[in-house]
């Protein structure tokens, strides 16, 4: 059957006008979405605007900042570091005495330090501490009209020169029989640091040795010496194997080179679960320790 003319033209007029309205749809929904990334990105331009508002404000109206400390050297003794903390004082009166509070880990006892004035408002005070603890620390003010104190931080030196190893305890069960294998690693990367590769104390705190103590039912029966494996200069690889059918509890002691040692506490072995137990989670004990910072 053939088609009239006009029925042609009609055909043809409605294919341009779908034509035309997919066109117009697509750059209406082009328009849309750039009108909705435009409006994203302002948003989030204005967000990031009043952020940094607030930050400049905070820092504005901020009694201290750029508070800080840094190890100078080595201390007045082999297991001391020379610490230096500085900071900024925003605003400060006239005729005001500063001083830095120091309190070392678990004691009641704070010790006033007078801070030094380097340049305007910068203040800083040297302090000889023992590197196998954390301090506490406040900035103390005493002006004509009164005192005023803030507490800035922890001088973290435990950290960063003592706690330098991981204790993981690997436990797997064999018929009647659990197998265990403890590893701690010593990391190294403090002495490939330009800054503390000549003190002391990178040395002093390199570890010695490692003994493991068995009880059984609450009595020693058993001490054992881990095996030291060097993989390179980042880490030194500890290690300590065996296996039990009954219920055993120990604890790891590690000697450092500088006599100083330290406790370790491992959980249960033999309770016949598989699987991976954390050994330090558990609070550690200063065994010996030199004269520290009262």
Do not use: C
Not at 278 to 294: G, T
Request: negative net charge; proline residues 1%.
């Amino acid at each position: 059957m053939k088609l009239s003319k006009g029925y042609n033209i009609v055909l043809g007029i409605l294919l341009v006008t779908n034509i035309m309205t997919l066109n117009t749809l697509g750059n209406l929904e082009n328009n849309i979405s750039n009108r909705l990334n435009n409006g994203i990105n302002s948003i989030h331009n204005e967000v990031t605007s009043i952020q940094d508002q607030v930050e400049q404000i905070r820092r504005e109206n901020a009694w201290i900042s750029n508070f800080y400390d840094e190890v100078l050297g080595q201390g007045s003794q082999d297991y001391n570091l020379k610490v230096r903390v500085s900071w900024t004082f925003n605003h400060l009166e006239k005729n005001t005495q500063v001083y830095l509070l120091v309190k070392g880990d678990q004691k009641e006892n704070w010790k006033r330090f007078t801070a030094q004035n380097t340049a305007g408002l910068n203040y800083a005070v040297d302090l000889d501490l023992n590197s196998a603890d954390n301090y506490e620390t406040q900035v103390l003010v005493v002006s004509p009209t009164g005192e005023k104190s803030k507490p800035e931080g922890t001088i973290r030196l435990k950290e960063m020169f003592q706690n330098r190893y991981d204790i993981n305890t690997h436990t797997n069960r064999k018929g009647e029989k659990v197998s265990w294998n403890i590893d701690v690693m010593e990391f190294g990367d403090l002495k490939l640091q330009e800054e503390y590769k000549d003190l002391k104390v990178i040395k002093d705190f390199e570890i010695k040795s490692i003994k493991a103590k068995l009880y059984k039912e609450g009595k020693l029966f058993k001490t054992e010496e881990f095996k030291k494996e060097i993989y390179d200069t980042d880490f030194i690889k500890w290690t300590f194997d065996g296996e039990t059918k009954e219920n055993l509890t120990g604890k790891v002691i590690i000697e450092f080179k500088n006599g100083q040692t330290r406790e370790e506490f491992f959980p249960q072995i033999g309770q016949g679960k598989e699987g991976y137990f954390p050994a330090n989670e558990v609070e550690v004990e200063v065994v010996e320790e030199s004269a520290r910072l009262d």
